[in-house]
C-alpha cells in the first residue's frame, strides 16, 4: 500500500494509473476506521482496479470545536487495517494542504441541507461538500463509495456531484452494525460498555418503527419513537424523522411506491450517534 501525504504525489500517482487504463474507486474516511468503512473498501475492490482511500478530519464540517478535538486519531491502526483490506493508495493530507487558504466556498442544497443534520449542525454539510469536491478534484474517481448510515449526507453528496457536474458515480453501502444492531461508527470508541449495550435499542425501535408503516400513521410512529427512545433514561432524542428518501421533505401520509427513511439523531453518555432505516412505501 503506498502512502502519500501530498496533492501533487497524490495527482501524479493516480494520474499515471489512470493513464494506464486503471478505473479508480474512492473511499473518502475520517480514520478512527472500523468495519464500516471496511465494508466500503471491499466495495471499491470489486468494482474498481484500483482502491483509493483518504484519512482527514476535516475541521470545517464540526460546528462542535470540542467533537473536532474529541474526534478520534488512530491512524497507525487505520493503515494495518487499509492494508489488510487490499487498499492500495492512502491519501493523509495536513490540514494547511487541503485549506492552504481561509475557505470561502459555499454550497446551497434548498431544503437538503437545511433539515435534521443541517439544521442541529449548522455549516456541517459545506464542509462535507468543500472537501468531498476538493478530494473529487485531487483523486478524480471513477466510483466514490459512501455509507447509508450518514444517509442526509450521501444526498447532500450525490446533489453537489450534479451541481458540480462531476463525472463520478457515487456507490452507497448498506450500513454496518455491530452484533446488538448498533450503527457502526468511529464515535462508538467513546461509548462505555454499558451505553454500547443501552445503544443496541436505537437500532431495535427504528425497525420496529417500521414494521408499524403503512398501518400507523407517520405521525402515531414519530411519537412512538420519541417515546421509546425517552423510556430510556440514558438516552436523549435530538430528533426523529420520517422523510421522503430522495427530496428528504417530512412525510405526512404513506404513499405506494414512494420509500420513506426514518432517520434519528440520539445522545448517549455525551455521544451523538445517528441511524436511519428505510419505511418502505
Ligand atoms: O463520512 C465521513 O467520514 C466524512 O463526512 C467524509 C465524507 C469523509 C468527509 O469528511
Redesign the pocket.
Known amino acids: 500500500m503506498i502512502i502519500l501525504r501530498t496533492i501533487a504525489q497524490t495527482t501524479q500517482q493516480v494520474g499515471f494509473l489512470r493513464k494506464e487504463g486503471k478505473t479508480i474507486g474512492f473511499v ?3 480514520g478512527a476506521l472500523h468495519q464500516g468503512h471496511i465494508a466500503l473498501i471491499e466495495s471499491a475492490r470489486r468494482q474498481s482496479d484500483v482502491v483509493v482511500c ?1 484519512i ?3 475541521p470545517i ?1 464540526f460546528n462542535d470545536p470540542v467533537d473536532l478535538q474529541r474526534y478520534p486519531r488512530t491512524e497507525e491502526a487505520d493503515l494495518n487495517m487499509l492494508g489488510e483490506a487490499g487498499c492500495h493508495i492512502v491519501f493523509i493530507p495536513a490540514v494547511e494542504e487541503i485549506y492552504p487558504e481561509p475557505v470561502t466556498d459555499t454550497y446551497d442544497f434548498g431544503y437538503l441541507d437545511k433539515v435534521m443534520e443541517g439544521a442541529f449542525r449548522p455549516g456541517h454539510f459545506n ?2 461538500s468543500v ?2 469536491k476538493r ?1 473529487f478534484d485531487i483523486i478524480r474517481p471513477d466510483l466514490a463509495f ?2 447509508e448510515k ?1 444517509f442526509q ?1 450521501l444526498t447532500v ?1 450525490r446533489a453537489m456531484v450534479i451541481k458540480s457536474d462531476l463525472p463520478v458515480q457515487i456507490v452507497a453501502c448498506p450500513t454496518i452494525r455491530e452484533a446488538n444492531g448498533l450503527a457502526m461508527s ?1 464515535r462508538n470508541l467513546r461509548l462505555t460498555q454499558e451505553n454500547r449495550a443501552i445503544a443496541g435499542n436505537i437500532y431495535r425501535i427504528l425497525t420496529e418503527a417500521s414494521r408499524m408503516a403503512p398501518q400507523a400513521t407517520p405521525e402515531k410512529i414519530t411519537e412512538w419513537v420519541y417515546h421509546q427512545i425517552q423510556a430510556y433514561p440514558e438516552m436523549q432524542i435530538e430528533y426523529f424523522s420520517l422523510c421522503d428518501s430522495e427530496t428528504l421533505l417530512p412525510v405526512d401520509a404513506w404513499q405506494p411506491g414512494k420509500p420513506a427513511r426514518g432517520c434519528i439523531a440520539v445522545y448517549i453518555g455525551g455521544v451523538r450517534l445517528i441511524d436511519n432505516v428505510e419505511f418502505g412505501g
Do not use: A, E, R
Open positions: 473518502p474516511t475520517m483518504s482527514f478530519v476535516n464540517q464542509g462535507v472537501v468531498v478530494l459512501f455509507g450518514d449526507q453528496i468511529s
